[in-house]
């Protein structure tokens, strides 16, 4: 079993929809927890770190159960530039190694 | 640009030929990270430095790979008696060392192994 898994997509919506993407990890001394984006062939760019308050930044929305061990991503009022893969993302230890999801492809459709 | 650099972007090379990468971090960034990337999966951590010293290598680092940091700021990665199975995205990282402090990426190598 992979430590973080994604649905792969991909994901077509048109502009302006809602979109969700989910997320489990196995590992439950995991420690942080976040949302990186990567653009075709560019490197993965941090979207959001997620906290298990939840956390909002404009359209983009993060929540994590740790007792589910369980991370989501919203995006709301989705954008043709939303168009990307969207990576899960997880720490054992502050400071260590990321261990990423296989990404979740979503393409926005005008 | 006081992001991350690679050097270089692109990499051809023949099977069994060594290859060598540069990553310069972010000037102030105490912790340097590799990882590897495939088509269609998200980037595997590959090792990671602590100032000039190599703290974890994961078990897909083999013998043919070896990266240093010799003075805690850029570092290599070089690969021996390169495979085809090695053709990826090499992706180094950089963070500043604080708790929950954020990795940044750089653009990335891209190695192809005919």
């Known amino acids: 079993r992979k430590e973080v898994e994604q649905d792969p997509g991909p994901f077509n919506v048109p502009e302006g929809a809602t979109v969700a993407f989910n997320c489990t990890y196995s590992n439950s001394a995991s420690q942080s927890f976040f949302w990186y984006r990567q653009d075709c062939r560019k490197e993965p760019k941090l979207l959001m770190s997620v906290y298990s308050s939840g956390n909002e930044d404009g359209r983009f929305t993060a929540q994590l159960n740790r007792a589910s061990q369980y991370i989501s991503l919203l995006i709301r009022d989705s954008k043709l530039s939303d168009s990307a893969t969207y990576l899960c993302v997880v720490n054992t230890y502050l400071g260590g190694k990321l261990i990423f999801g296989q990404g979740t492809e979503l393409s926005v459709k005008p | 640009d006081t992001g991350v650099s690679q050097n270089p972007r692109h990499k051809i090379t023949k099977r069994g030929q060594n290859v060598t990468f540069r990553c310069d971090p972010i000037s102030e960034h105490n912790r340097l990270y590799w990882y590897r990337q495939t088509l269609g999966q998200g980037p595997e951590f590959l090792t990671y430095?602590?100032?000039?010293?190599?703290?974890?290598k994961s078990r897909l680092l083999s013998d043919r790979f070896s990266a240093e940091r010799p003075k805690g700021s850029f570092s290599t990665l070089e690969i021996q008696r390169t495979e085809q199975g090695d053709s990826a995205m090499y992706l180094c990282?950089?963070?500043?060392?604080?708790?929950?402090?954020?990795?940044?990426f750089g653009p990335g190598t891209r190695l192809l192994v005919l």
């Open positions: 430095f602590q100032n000039e010293a190599q703290l974890e």
């Open positions: 990282a950089s963070s500043g060392g604080q708790v929950r402090e954020t990795q940044y």
